[in-house]
């Protein structure tokens, strides 16, 4: 086991806690108030039965990691159980339960590169690529005199996920998407 400071701990890592217990973070935040003592509020999910806990801790206290080996595996296609991955050298598949992927399960297409983090070789959690690219296919009009660059207006992807955009995005948009967080990046290059 590694030691890792609460403030390190990032969404994905996979924590060991009560006594050899695996759990995966689902977010993490540091708060750092004027007064007082900082600390890291880490809400996870137990990996052998799906519990969500959440733990407020010292932003400098030590934490277990687990050791997880991330391999890298193609994402095939959602048998309605199950999501099948394949590992791209050795063609063994791997079927991933929708909980495991939770919400980014809208953003798995067909061929994508994605990470999972294999503990004694079953898939603990999953590390979808950082950006991925999505069509607009319907926003609000601009509003006329509504020139503030910080200003952003809703829109739907072609994925069905709504994000926050900048005023000067259109249906029919292809634009790129923070995968951690669902926000808007930038205009699509291609």
């Given amino acids: 086991m590694v030691k890792v400071i609460a403030s390190n701990v990032r969404k994905g890592n996979v924590l060991e806690q009560d006594g050899g217990q695996l759990y995966v973070v689902l977010k993490a935040e540091t708060f750092r108030p004027g007064k007082g003592t900082p600390t890291t509020t880490i809400e996870m999910r137990r990996i052998s039965d799906g519990v969500k806990t959440v733990i407020t801790t010292k932003t400098g206290e030590g934490l277990e990691r687990a050791f997880v080996e991330d391999v890298e595996h193609t994402y095939l296609y959602d048998d309605g159980d199950n999501h099948i991955f394949m590992h791209p050298e050795t063609f063994d598949q791997v079927a991933v339960p929708p909980d495991m992927i939770g919400d980014q399960v809208a953003f798995l297409e067909p061929e994508m590169k994605c990470y999972l983090k294999m503990f004694d070789n079953r898939p603990v959690a999953i590390e979808l690529p950082a950006r991925v690219t999505f069509e607009i296919t319907e926003t609000e009009p601009v509003v006329k005199g509504q020139t503030a660059s910080s200003s952003y207006k809703p829109a739907m992807l072609s994925n069905g996920v709504r994000i926050m955009v900048p005023p000067h995005i259109d ?17 699509a290059k291609d």
Avoid: F, P, W
Wanted: proline letters at 0%; charged letters at 30%.
């Fill in 171 to 187: 249906a029919g948009t292809r634009v790129v998407i923070n995968t951690e967080d669902n926000s808007y990046v930038e205009r």
